[in-house]
């Protein structure tokens, strides 16, 4: 199976800040690479897929790049309803594996 | 819009078994693969599931593998999850997710909590 590996594993930001979010693959994924957002006791929601596509309704502040086994999720300007737990997932091979989370809170 | 509606958690005993289901509606079910991903309280996400539109192909988590099964009615726009010799590690909130562009997962249900415990 392959692994996916995110960094940090918790991340302390302002509002206004611009944050970066990494994810590693064991082994190359191409662009099969999708980010989530989640919020306690809710749903994942999909923000990027593909590693640099937006998602229909997600605001451009969320962006992402790379290939092949490293990508980044970028924030460019946070809001205070981005604070949440991010996850990447690899949709390259099955089992479609998740990274372990990124906690992003309030500093 | 896609929806989708989990149903049939609950609590049950180590070695039990218990059947999930999902509702799907706005969208055309017997056309897309479905999956089932588990959320461990406090942990991340694990996909659990895969079945194709016809059936054909499945696919199941290593530590799911001989004790679930996965199955859909297509005339009923539903898809199930039959769990049995469940372990106190299958706790878990169940999600059932539709699949997008690049493998995506755009629509998830609100999960279903399943807790095994004595």
């Known amino acids: 199976d392959i692994q996916m590996t995110q960094s940090p594993s918790s991340l302390s930001a302002s509002v206004g800040d611009r944050v970066t979010i990494t994810c590693r693959a064991s082994q190359s994924i191409s662009s099969y690479l999708n980010w989530y957002q989640q919020k306690p006791g809710k749903a994942p929601k999909l923000l990027i897929y593909?590693?640099?596509s937006l998602q229909s309704g997600v605001p451009s502040r969320f962006s992402g790049s790379g290939s092949g086994t490293y990508f980044t999720l970028t924030i460019s300007s946070l809001h205070p309803e981005d604070f949440a737990t991010y996850y990447c997932?690899?949709?390259?091979?099955?089992?479609?594996?998740f990274g372990q989370g990124t906690k992003l809170e309030i500093k | 819009e896609v929806q989708l509606v989990e149903s049939g958690g609950g609590l049950v005993q180590p070695g039990g078994s218990l059947r999930l289901s999902c509702a799907a509606s706005?969208?055309?079910?017997?056309?897309?693969?479905m999956n089932w991903v588990r959320q461990a309280p406090g942990k991340g996400l694990e996909w659990v599931s895969y079945?194709?539109?016809?059936?054909?192909?499945?696919y199941y988590a290593d530590s799911v593998k001989g004790r679930f099964t996965i199955s859909r009615d297509n005339a009923k726009n539903s898809l199930y999850l039959q769990m049995n010799s469940l372990r106190d590690e299958d706790t878990a909130v169940y999600y059932c997710?539709?699949?997008?562009?690049?493998?995506?997962?755009?629509?998830w249900g609100r999960g279903t909590l399943v807790t095994v415990s004595s």
């Open positions: 706005g969208f055309t079910f017997s056309t897309y693969s």
């Open positions: 997710a539709s699949p997008g562009p690049s493998g995506s997962y755009p629509g």
């Open positions: 593909a590693a640099s």
């Open positions: 079945i194709s539109s016809s059936s054909s192909t499945i």
């Open positions: 997932q690899q949709s390259s091979s099955s089992p479609y594996t």
